[in-house]
């Protein structure tokens, strides 16, 4: 016969077999158990329950991939199987045309992005090369201009600088200019009387036969004596370093 | 010869006998796979369980002492937490399994191949089926998913008085058809 005081402790013991009392009572319940034989033998009772609970289930066989793939987990130390259907149903279908539709999405705006960059630089080139033509038709206008046909160091290259010698500017036209890979570009000198080299600018080789140039200075081209064009590593160089093109002597 | 009993397998197991282990597979992993399958309710994930089950067997054989138990029980409990921890990790409470009808499958199983703990086990299985549904559903989802009594009451949307009062009501049920009748 349980003492009065078991009761509320008796009623929690078949949750508390199962593991399904709540926080609240479960350290109540285990103190009491720590002093009280009737309810441990009862509880005893319980858990047997609960032990055969875990074998009263009908048996069901496991696909027999699972025996197969074992022993490769037990030489691989893997705890875990990831099979394709697996996967499926922890990233529905529904994910995966997402992610993949994402991924489209990111490889286009990247694609675009460079073709924009690319389109820029395309824009400058033409906006230099224009400029540098405008320049070319107005000192073509201007009575103090003269022109000054260029010395080729190169086969087929032609063509001429028209310089105001008081002006901080000169326009190179040149025909036949051979292009450069991506690695070099042409460097343009101007030369003063003690033989040092001033770089003033680049050349853009154009698409067709004539290329345009815009020769800058930051003091009036009286100033020099003669203007060079080389061949650099691309982006350009302190000094003159690489095959000469062309001089021009003024 | 003799077939290896259980704990002489597991001692192989602890030794790496990798024969060993598969005989113990395939002793158990009907039941495990059932257990599993019960807890989670979805096939893949039961799969999964039943094989982290049997790896936890591969790497703790050691740790199993006869003294204290059968084979079965030890395996079974450490598939129940295995399968118990997965349902957490997925973050829902999936149904009682919808494979098949249990008592189909148990309508195949032989007496001459059962044993006699089976056949206990079987008639404790059977004691669950004879209770109330409502009393049946609280045994389902307090052992085999893992829920308290007032988780339970709120997935039920019940007083959290009638869940205990039911389960009560179950447990003292079964230790008297089963347990008591078992004993005699």
């Keep these: 016969m349980l003492r009065e005081h078991c009761k509320p402790y008796q009623e929690n013991l078949p949750a508390y077999s199962l593991s399904a009392l709540d926080a609240d009572e479960l350290v109540a319940l285990e103190v009491h158990l720590q002093t009280c034989e009737e309810c441990k033998t009862e509880l005893a009772d319980y858990q047997t329950i609960g032990t055969g609970l875990l074998h009263a289930l009908p048996p069901q066989i496991p696909p027999a991939r699972l025996r197969r793939t074992l022993p490769v987990r037990l030489a691989s130390g893997s705890n875990r199987t990831v099979n394709l259907p697996q996967l499926f149903k922890r990233f529905p279908l529904g994910r995966f045309v997402n992610a993949a539709l994402m991924s489209i999405l990111v490889v286009s705006n990247i694609f675009a992005i460079l073709q924009i960059r690319e389109l820029r630089q395309e824009q400058a080139a033409l906006t230099e090369r224009l400029s540098a033509e405008r320049a070319a038709i107005g000192m073509l206008a201007y009575p103090n201009t003269q022109i000054h046909m260029i010395v080729p160091d190169v086969q087929n290259l032609t063509g001429s600088v028209l310089v105001d010698k008081d002006r901080p500017m000169a326009v190179l036209l040149l025909w036949n200019l051979p292009r450069l890979d991506a690695t070099q570009s042409y460097q343009i000198w101007l030369v003063n009387a003690r033989g040092d080299r001033i770089s003033a600018g680049f050349i853009l080789p154009a698409d067709g036969e004539f290329t345009t140039a815009l020769v800058q200075s930051a003091v009036p081209l009286g100033e020099f004596i003669a203007i060079g064009v080389t061949v650099e590593p691309a982006g350009g160089s302190e000094q003159p370093t690489g095959e000469r093109l062309l001089v021009v002597e003024l | ?184």
């Design chain 2, 1 to 184: 010869m003799k077939p290896s009993t259980d704990s002489e397998l597991a001692q192989q197991v602890a030794a790496r006998d990798e024969h060993a282990f598969l005989a113990l597979y395939d002793r158990f992993a009907s039941r495990v796979y059932a257990l599993t399958m019960r807890v989670l309710g979805d096939a893949m994930l039961a799969e999964e369980a039943t094989q982290d089950t049997f790896l936890k067997l591969w790497s703790r054989a050691r740790q199993f002492i006869p003294s204290q138990g059968e084979l079965s029980s030890w395996l079974l409990t450490i598939a129940h937490h295995t399968a118990q921890d997965r349902l957490r990790l997925e973050s829902r409470r999936l149904p009682a399994s919808n494979a098949r009808d249990p008592e189909e499958t148990w309508r195949v199983v032989t007496d001459e191949a059962t044993s006699g703990s089976e056949a206990r086990w079987r008639s404790l299985y059977f004691a669950v089926q004879s209770l109330p549904l409502e009393q049946r559903q609280l045994i389902d989802l307090a052992y085999y998913k893992g829920m308290s009594q007032s988780e339970i009451a709120e997935v039920l949307n019940l007083p959290l008085g009638t869940v205990k009062t039911r389960l009560r009501a179950a447990m003292q049920s079964l230790r008297r058809e089963w347990l008591d009748e078992t004993e005699k």
